[in-house]
């Protein structure tokens, strides 16, 4: 059974970081793509970042130059360090991992990050 679990979320004033990370347990395959996703209140969840196996890394438009997504493939887990957080950060962020087909994915529960301005 392949689970993500999350942590590192938590209430930060503006302008503070916070590193998520995110470890994945069970059999995948090793070629896959991680990725972090937001739902902020009454909105769509969204992509924040993705890095392959191959670290290749893209990033939402609102998050470049202040988001940093890398991973530990031998630990199978993946990292997201946030900079110069804003309010509108504020999200519950969840952690996905999928193939690069899209014939699978697996998501995790999701950690709250608040921001305070």
């Known amino acids: 059974q392949v689970r993500l679990l999350e942590s590192g979320g938590g209430l930060v004033q503006a302008g503070g970081t916070l590193r998520l990370s995110c470890e994945v347990s069970g059999t995948i395959d090793v070629f896959n793509v991680m990725a972090w996703y937001r739902q902020a209140p009454r909105k769509e969840r969204e992509l924040v970042a993705s890095v392959t196996t191959g670290h290749v890394t893209n990033y939402a438009d609102s998050v470049k130059g202040r988001c940093i997504i890398s991973r530990d493939i031998a630990a199978n887990t993946v990292f997201l360090q946030m900079n110069s957080l804003k309010a509108e950060d504020t999200a519950v962020y969840y952690c996905?991992?999928?193939?690069?087909?899209?014939?699978?994915?697996?998501w995790g529960q999701g950690t709250q990050v608040t921001v305070s301005s």
């Open positions: 996905n991992v999928r193939s690069f087909d899209g014939s699978w994915d697996f």
